[in-house]
């Protein structure tokens, strides 16, 4: 079986470091570089369940895409969810490796797991990036849908295909609108309204959308979006990344079992709605 230091490596292989963005947070947080690895966990976020999940499956690595520090802290104290997590991972002897924008950036990335669950055959990045020669890495993906459909029906398959939350998908614009084109992001992309616009899709698939950008966008006569949960828009990553370590496993003879977690850690969980207004009139005596 492996030591940690190479699984870390082969992980690093698919998603260097050195392409996160400089604010974040990636890498390995904790694990011995020589315990041997014999299972490992991939998830979307760190939090508590996710690693008593980890403890119960006897894992030995927990792999995530959302980092635990990503401001870094000056201490792990026991008293903190972040803190109970450290404590919680290294009293059960795993390791947490962390692989968030490098991840967002790779060829393949987070964006083109969300696009192969949407049935969209990527054509370019989004947003390329500038040290790729090949030009296939960078942010977010322009893709094509096999035949053109209505915005609505686009939206109902989005809502079909990602993994279910609360919220569900919202959609902007005219429902009966032709899509022929989309750009996804997994994850928050309304900072890239300006790169989708000079793309000239017809829709833009993401998360964490706001008022105000979507608002001007559509009256300007700009592309329609759908609007889907952080976490249903990067869950999609966790199964690509397990199949590329799990032929990476199979490769190298390391005989990994490699899981995804079960759990929907969107941390919103209930969506309220008013009750349908009567339609009928009543009449009071007086």
Same mark, same amino acid.
């Given at each position: ?111 083109? $797991?969300?696009?192969? *669950?949407?049935? %969209?055959?990527? #054509? @370019?990045?989004? +947003?390329?990036? &500038?040290? =790729? !020669? ?20 686009? $939206?109902?398959?989005? *809502?079909?295909? %990602?993994?279910? #939350? @609360?919220?569900? +998908?919202?959609? &902007?614009? =005219? !429902? ?111």
């Amino acid at each position: 079986m492996p030591a940690l230091q190479e699984v870390i490596a082969a992980l690093d292989g698919l998603w260097p470091a050195d392409r996160a963005e400089s604010w974040d947070a990636v890498g390995t947080v904790c694990g011995d570089p020589q315990a041997p690895v014999t299972r490992v966990l991939f998830a979307v976020d760190p939090v508590g369940d996710v690693v008593e999940e980890a403890v119960k499956l006897g894992a030995d690595l927990l792999v995530t895409h959302h980092p635990l520090y990503l401001r870094g802290t000056s201490t792990v104290a026991a008293d903190t969810f972040k803190g109970r997590v450290v404590h919680t991972l290294i009293k059960n002897d795993i390791a947490l490796h962390v692989a968030h924008t490098n991840a967002d950036r790779a060829d393949p990335g987070v964006s083109d $797991a969300l696009a192969g *669950a949407l049935g %969209l055959r990527v #054509t @370019a990045p989004l +947003v390329p990036d &500038a040290t =790729d !020669p090949a030009g296939r890495r960078g942010l977010g993906r322009v893709c094509e849908l096999d035949a053109p459909m209505t915005l609505r029906a686009f $939206a109902e398959l989005a *809502a079909a295909r %990602l993994p279910h #939350t @609360a919220q569900g +998908v919202r959609t &902007a614009g =005219d !429902p009966e609108r032709e899509v022929r084109t989309v750009a996804v992001c997994g994850g928050s992309g309304d900072s890239l309204f300006a790169e989708v616009r000079a793309a000239g899709v017809d829709v833009f698939v993401t998360a964490d959308l706001r008022h105000h950008p979507v608002s001007e966008a559509v009256q300007s006569g700009g592309p329609a979006f759908v609007d889907a949960a952080h976490w249903a828009t990067e869950r999609p990553w966790c199964d690509m990344a397990a199949a590329q370590l799990d032929q990476i496993s199979d490769r190298k003879g390391w005989g990994l079992r490699v899981h995804v977690s079960s759990l929907v850690t969107d941390p919103w969980t209930q969506l309220s709605l008013p009750s349908p207004v009567p339609t009928h009139s009543t009449e009071r005596s007086v």
